[in-house]
C-alpha cells in the first residue's frame, strides 16, 4: 500500500472513531498559555495587526524564529512529528523587519485601488504627436522597472520564517501594488492611440543588481530606498509630466504606495544596521553599484528625452524641460541621502554620482 493510501486509510479510521464517540480532544488544551486571550478594537480602523499584537503571549515576535520549518502560526501548539518544509530558511528578525511593518500593512490593506476603475479614462484626450509619444515612453520604462519591484519581494518571501508573518503580509501587499503599477501604466501607453515604445537595456542592469541580490537586506536598500525612492520623488512632481488628468489620478496613487514601500525599506535598513553594525561596508558597496545603475538608466536616451519634453511641454522646448528635470533629479538625491540618514549611513560623501545633471 502506497504512502498515501495508509494516509487515506488512517483519516478514514479517525473519522470512523468520531462517529462511533471515540474522542480525543487533546487539541482543546494543547495551548493553555495562549488561551483566553481578547483582542478589541482600539478606535475607527478596526480590529488591526498592532490590536491582537497587544498581548505578550502572541505579539512578541521573536528575535529567531521558530525551528520547526513549518506553517504554523506564531503562537500555536506545534506538535513534534510536525514536519520541516525546507524553505524557510530567513529566521534571524533583524534581516526583514521594521518597526513600522504592522502599520504600514493596515495601511496597505485599506489604500487598495483599481486601475480599471480609479482612473478617470474618460477624461483622457488626444495630444500632439511628440507629447503622446514621449508619455508612451516613460510608461514603457515605468511598465518595465515595476515588474522587478514585485519580483524582488515574491523572491525572498517564501524563505521567511512564519513567525515574521507580519513582513511576509507587507510584502504581499507589495507584490499586489506592484502588480496594478504595472498594469495601470501599460494601459495608458495603450489607451490613447500610441502604444508601449522602447525598452530600456540601462534599465535592465539595476533590475539585475536588484533581483540577483545576494540576500534580502542588500535588495531591499537597492530597491526600496534608491530605486522606489528616486520613482517616489518623480511621482510626487507628477503634475511636471503629466497631460491630462489621467496621468495626475495615477502618479497620485503610485506615489502613495511607493510611500508605503520606501517606508518599509527605510525602517529595515535602520532595524538592521542598529543590529550589525559591522556590515554598513556591504550596504555602502551595493549603493555604489545601485546609483551607477540608477543615473544610467534615468539619463539614457529613451528616458531623459521622453521625460525632458513632457516637462518642457514640447520638443521645441526640450532645453527647458532638462533645467526641470535637474531640479528634479536635485530633489531625488536629496531626499534619497535624507532617507539613508535616518536608516544610519551616511553616504553625502560617497555618492557615485553627480549631485546635480551636467546642463
Known amino acids: 500500500m502506497s504512502q498515501l493510501s495508509e494516509s487515506v486509510e488512517q483519516a478514514v479510521e479517525g473519522i470512523a472513531e468520531i462517529r462511533r464517540g471515540k474522542l480525543d480532544l ?11 486571550v481578547r483582542s478589541k478594537p482600539r478606535d475607527e480602523r478596526g480590529l488591526t495587526l498592532e490590536d491582537i499584537n497587544a498581548d505578550p503571549y502572541y505579539g512578541r515576535v521573536p528575535d529567531h524564529g521558530a525551528a520547526h520549518g513549518s506553517m504554523a502560526p506564531r503562537g500555536c501548539d506545534v506538535p513534534p512529528e510536525t514536519p520541516s518544509l525546507g524553505c524557510y530558511d530567513i529566521n534571524d528578525k533583524s534581516l526583514v523587519w521594521a518597526d513600522n511593518v504592522e502599520e504600514l500593512y493596515e495601511e496597505a490593506a485599506v489604500h487598495q485601488w483599481s486601475s ?9 484626450t488626444p495630444q500632439p504627436e511628440d507629447l503622446e509619444k514621449a508619455m508612451c515612453q516613460v510608461c514603457t520604462n515605468l511598465s518595465e522597472v515595476e515588474f522587478v519591484a514585485g519580483d524582488m519581494p515574491a523572491k525572498w518571501l517564501w524563505h521567511i520564517n512564519h513567525d515574521f508573518h507580519e513582513v511576509k503580509c507587507f510584502l504581499a501587499t507589495q507584490i499586489m501594488d506592484e502588480a496594478r503599477h504595472l498594469e495601470v501604466f501599460r494601459k495608458r501607453a495603450l489607451a490613447n492611440g500610441g502604444g508601449l515604445l522602447r525598452a530600456s537595456p540601462a534599465s535592465e542592469n539595476l533590475l539585475r543588481l536588484i533581483i540577483e541580490a545576494p540576500n534580502y537586506t542588500v535588495g531591499s536598500a537597492l530597491m526600496h530606498i534608491l530605486g522606489e525612492g528616486f520613482v517616489l520623488t518623480m511621482f510626487r512632481n507628477g503634475e511636471m509630466f503629466s497631460l491630462t488628468p489621467v496621468e495626475k489620478k495615477i502618479f497620485r496613487l503610485c506615489m502613495q504606495d511607493e510611500a508605503r514601500h520606501v517606508a518599509y525599506g527605510t525602517m529595515h535598513l535602520k532595524y538592521f544596521l542598529e543590529r550589525h553594525p559591522e556590515r554598513e561596508s556591504e550596504i555602502h558597496e551595493i549603493l555604489s553599484q545601485g546609483e551607477a545603475a540608477t543615473f544610467a538608466l534615468n539619463q539614457s536616451r529613451e528616458n531623459a528625452e521622453a521625460r525632458a519634453i513632457l ?6 522646448r526640450i532645453n527647458a524641460g532638462l533645467v526641470k528635470l535637474n531640479h528634479l533629479f536635485v530633489k531625488q538625491i536629496h531626499e534619497y541621502l535624507h532617507r539613508l540618514k535616518i536608516a544610519g549611513i551616511d553616504r553625502s560623501h560617497k555618492l557615485a554620482i553627480p549631485a546635480k545633471l551636467p546642463i
Not at 26 to 36: A, E, I, K, Y
Not at 116 to 124: A, N, V
Request: hydrophobic share 30%.
Open 116 to 124: 480599471s476603475r480609479d482612473i478617470p479614462w474618460d477624461q483622457l
Open 311 to 316: 516637462a518642457g511641454g514640447s520638443v521645441e
Open 26 to 36: 487533546t487539541w482543546m488544551n494543547c495551548n493553555s498559555s495562549g488561551w483566553g
